[in-house]
Nanobody
Framework: QVRLTESGGGLVQPGGSLRLSCAAS????????MCWYRQTPRGQRELVAR???????KYVDSVKGRFTISRNNRENTVYLQMNNLGPEDADVYYC??????????????WGQGTQVAVPS
């Protein structure tokens, strides 16, 4: 089973930056979609950024120009560089990966969540 481990969250002042990391471990042959979501106060997960192997990155409008998603396919790792953070960005952030295991089966894997706090 694939496991995702997140790091990099924390408390930052408005206008500051954080870099989230998410590393996959386990039985992995290859990967496809890598995404970052955040949990809204209503409990819904909002797609913040998406990276595919063959396409350009996609972002929710509210983070365009401030957040950058990047990935290392060989290391099965995805990053989210967040700049000019504001209180509206404070949430729990979750990474997601779609990976193929060595049995040629696709799996959907989620990280445990990392808190980003930005005081108002």
């Amino acid at each position: 089973q694939v496991r995702l481990t997140e790091s990099g969250g924390g408390l930052v002042q408005p206008g500051g930056s954080l870099r989230l990391s998410c590393a996959a471990s386990g039985n992995i042959f290859t990967n496809d979609d890598m995404c970052w979501y955040r949990q809204t106060p209503r409990g819904q997960r909002e797609l913040v950024a998406r990276s595919t192997r063959n396409g350009g990155p996609k972002y929710v409008d509210s983070v365009k120009g401030r957040f950058t998603i990047s990935r290392n396919n060989r290391e099965n790792t995805v990053y989210l560089q967040m700049n000019n953070l504001g209180p509206e960005d404070a949430d729990v952030y979750y990474c997601y990966m779609r990976v193929m295991n060595n049995a040629a089966r696709w799996e959907d894997a989620w990280g445990q969540g990392t808190q980003v706090a930005v005081p108002s």
